[in-house]
């Protein structure tokens, strides 16, 4: 029985995604398609669930249907937000999609199934992760163990990437200035509600941010859901505000702090004569160095995330701002 | 046991309660009425479902979660249909509903009736 | 039973996401977006109970709160573009 629901979730959700794209396709106001995205999002992060990787569904949920489309709806609002007359079709263009489209189909022939207990990746690399995070870090989140300590310059990689997307948005962008408007007292409801529920998002996102190494969640995943709340914050009572309570002076600084934090915790160990980000060094026993390093770098990573995130978001919401 | 039944039973009308909202949902002829149909689930057919799996879970940290799921839900999606209806009164949603075609008759005749006698 | 309810609820987002895809005005998709969000978040609590998924009650929490400001977010964003004119797909 449970192995049917498996299938059933797993085909419905499949025929979800493609029933999506098709209305994606022939929408023509760009909201409605930006919306029909956000259901994409859900749908892919529950098939995510589905195959057991919480962390990467965590993190769809986090920044696909959340800022994805906030951010896509405040470009929107820019732009028009109904889509151009369609040009004639192409035949050619049709075949090399098709062709290019087989020929991948073709490739994967050779992979190993999906969930296959013989693939590599299930006889080599994954049993000496799982036995090297009880061994020598001791989380039972491995997911976080591989990304922040085994695989942790690929992830200060990763970090520098989203802080040079922020560095990008400003200097093409830049954060503009935006007065707080003394509106009338319109919606009183939303108003009430949403205070405790900023309060909320923001003691859940410092959960998610230390619960990492137990359950799923981590620095990126927490770094978004406290820039919702500040981006919740910032629809209801106006951009001005949102403004006053963090400046956009200081996010630009906040962002490279982040990074600044990731990258010191791995030249300390250099001081004791360790490779760069080897955690080890950062303590008398191991496995408590393995903990205080994984603690320092994720808090580097939420900061990045969280500076970097409310960056764009302001940099959208504050550009021509015309009434 | 007495819980296990309870759970089910939970289970059972908060299933039939999110069909019959989303029934609802495709079904009524007008936005405010597909608005209050679609309501049906969050506030009633959520809280079911959710009982249902916390009286199968037992007392954990995870069912303290689940009440914690519960009260978002009922607070947060309340507020969303508030402002949805708000948003739509402002853009211009026009509450009558469609006449059938033989009320459309009656209706019809009502007027020819009126005006015939107005003359 | 608890499959019956999973399979009630697959239904469900079926029926919803046909609504999202007909409705005659914008306010009628953004409340069957809002409403896909919602069963998606019931579906994580029945299907993650059901299917023994690791650490589902944090990400239902997350759907529900990103739901939200999800919603918040199009309706206002629509509303500030909404002077320049409306159309339905």
Redesign the interface.
Known sequence: ??GN??L??DV?LLA?LV??VF?VM????L??A???F??FS??T??LF??L?A?DV??TE??VG??FS??LM??A??LSG??ENAKHRHSALGLFIVVLTGAALIYGTSDFPNMGDANAPVQLHLAPEFIQLTQEKIDIPNVVTAVLASFRGYDTFGETVVIFSAGVAVLLLLGMGHVEPKNEPEQ?M??WV??KP?IA??LI?GLY?QF?GDF???GGF?AGV?FA?GM??YS??FGEGYARKVISSRILPRLAALGVLIYGVTGLASLLWDKPFLDYNALSSNPVSGQHMGILLVEAGVGLAVFATVLLIFYSFSGVNHN? | MIISFLSDICLLLGGFFTLTGALGLLRFPNFYSRLHAASVTESLAAPLLITGVILDTGLTLDSAKLVLIILIMVIANPTITHALCRAAAHGGVNPEMRLKSSEKKQSQTDTELSSKESK | MIAAAVVALLITLALTLIRAFLGPSIYDQILAVNSFGTKTVLLIVVGGHALDWFSYVDIALMYALVNFVGTLAVMRFFEQYKPEGEQSS
């Open positions: 029985m449970i629901l498996h059933i979730i419905c979800f029933l999506i209305a022939k929408v023509t106001n909201f409605v930006t919306m029909l956000g259901i859900f749908v992060a529950l669930l589905d057991d919480v569904a965590f949920a986090a249907a959340g489309t906030v709806l405040a929107l609002r937000a109904v919606n409801v939303l509600v949403v529920f909320l998002i859940f998610v619960h359950g799923a969640g995943q859901i919702s981006i919740l629809l209801v009434e």
